[in-house]
């Protein structure tokens, strides 16, 4: 008690001290006595509960232990955060990486599983929308190289159709040997680069003989239809055979939606190019269409080289192994390879031997595209002259019919072909087209004291019917070709079907045209209907000789 007492004076005395003089040294070393002079009475209340003399003199001389035990306080705290935050970093790292597998899996499955048949579809549907951009301008182009309707007017028809004959005889061969992938791309990549060609040759003024060899050119490009048709055959054939028809009625459609965006973007793209048109040059506005066109082409190839699965690269087995063998297994061999083939071939419903039936069908294909040609080159013009549409407003039409052939490709073609069979679906479609030209041709043919709202209901109404019947005859003839001849021969049948069609599309135009010119459109509207009921005729005789074969085989 003295020693607290004494302590409580002195600090009573440093205080004054400090109070004068300031000095906080010695107010520390008081309040240290203090401290210590506390600790000694609690000691002697409660000797349990206070600390040693030793352990208060360590906690107070040796501060540097109660540092180095906060330190590694600290540091082991520090420790766990960085356990904490790698353990986090590493589910993150999992997270991304999961994220990184399923977007490879996606990416996978993308370029490598699922998308040959859409971006088949889709190049068909490109390549056949640059055909379709480019029937507006039909008029303005005959006006660009002062052209009257008659064989040079159908000269422009007729050109590109005289490269096709090189061209569907050597690709879709090809693709029977190097895979339909490539030659596909090939193909596409071809056409594009001749429509850059002939934008360029409109731009430049190139004469018309300089023009059409550019469009011959394009020409020996063509051959996407017969080999796209082949591929979906191959595809077809890997699972139910139900998919043939399917794939190809899905292709009519594709095509059926060219013909529908198409006109309208050709007109439209020729509007945009009389921006840049000087006078009544139309020159800038015709090259442009040809340009988009030629745009569509490159796109499609890109799909086809991006997003298709390569087939049809098939081997024919040489001689000499064949000789080789022994007698059992040639013969078994053979067994074999006429299983496999008839297993392939379903039937030919127009002939009781593989080319009789290819030949009837070429023909009845022919006929129809001598008469499909005939309206494509001469159905423009009769809208600008009997009804006064302009070149927008034929694209709008061109549309407005196409609209009408969407819906019968995609609600109506696949289910009559599959109910019907796909003779009765060719007779019928021809049916249909036949009357249309009819139709067309009598309306054409009336005289000028007609009202023309009945000019105009009876070829837009002919217009309509012609429509419907294309999307129900396009699948029959592929189907039935394609059923007669086995996998490795698909690519050159089709491509004798579509040489045969070159050669009408390359004769029509120039014989129409000449009748056009000397009878007027009348007269070549309904020779075209007689192409077409000659088709169903020889498709009709060909049906019934197949069947009375049939009936006295089985009898």
Known sequence: MITVSMSAASIVSWRKTCCCGGHLIVLFAALQLFLVASANSLSLNNPLVAPTHRQLTNTIIHPNKCAARHQSQQESSRLHRCLITMRQSSSATEEVNDSDTQNSKLLSKLFNHDLSVPAVLLAAFLNLLGFTMASPIQPALGKHFDLPLGTKFGSLSSAYPLGMLLG??????????????????????????GLMLQSWGI?????????????????????????????????????????????????????????????????????????????????????????????????ASMSIMLFVKNTGQHKKKPKSSLAENDTVDADTSDKGESREESSEIIACPLGTRLWTGVVSVACVSALYHAADSTFFAFFPSLLHNSLGFSTQSVGLAFTSFAVISFFMSAFVASRFLKAFGPVAACTTGLG???????????????????????????????????????????????????????????????????????????????????????????????????????????????????LRKNIRSSS
């Open 203 to 299: 731009r430049r003024c190139w004469t018309l003989e300089q023009f059409l060899l550019a469009r011959v050119i394009t020409g020996c490009f063509a051959g996407n239809s017969p080999i796209s048709k082949a591929y979906l055959a191959d595809r077809g054939s890997e699972g139910n055979k139900g998919d043939l028809s399917k794939y190809l009625a899905w292709k009519d459609a594709a095509s059926t939606l060219a013909f529908i965006a198409g006109p309208v973007l050709g007109g439209l793209v020729y509007q945009i190019g009389k921006l840049g048109a000087v006078g009544g040059d139309n020159s800038k506005q015709i090259s442009f269409v040809i340009f988009c066109s030629a745009v569509a082409s490159l796109f």
């Open 168 to 193: 569907v005889f050597v690709w879709p061969t090809l693709s029977d040997v190097l895979g339909r992938k490539i030659v596909m791309s090939l193909t596409l990549l071809g056409s594009g680069l």
């Open 432 to 546: 249909a087209v036949g009357t249309g030209l009819l139709a067309l041709g009598y309306a054409a043919s009336l005289p000028a004291g007609i009202s023309m709202s009945v000019i105009s209901a009876l070829i837009l109404g002919a217009s309509a019917l012609y429509y419907m019947g294309v999307p129900i005859y396009g699948p029959s003839v592929p189907t039935m070709l394609l059923q007669c001849v086995p996998s490795h021969k698909r690519g050159a049948v089709m491509g004798f079907d579509g040489a045969v069609n070159t050669v009408a599309r390359v004769l029509a135009p120039l014989i129409m045209g000449e009748i056009h010119r000397v009878k007027g459109a009348g007269a070549a509207f309904k020779v075209a209907s007689g192409c077409v009921y000659a088709a169903i005729s020889i498709t009709l005789y060909r049906r019934w000789l197949v």
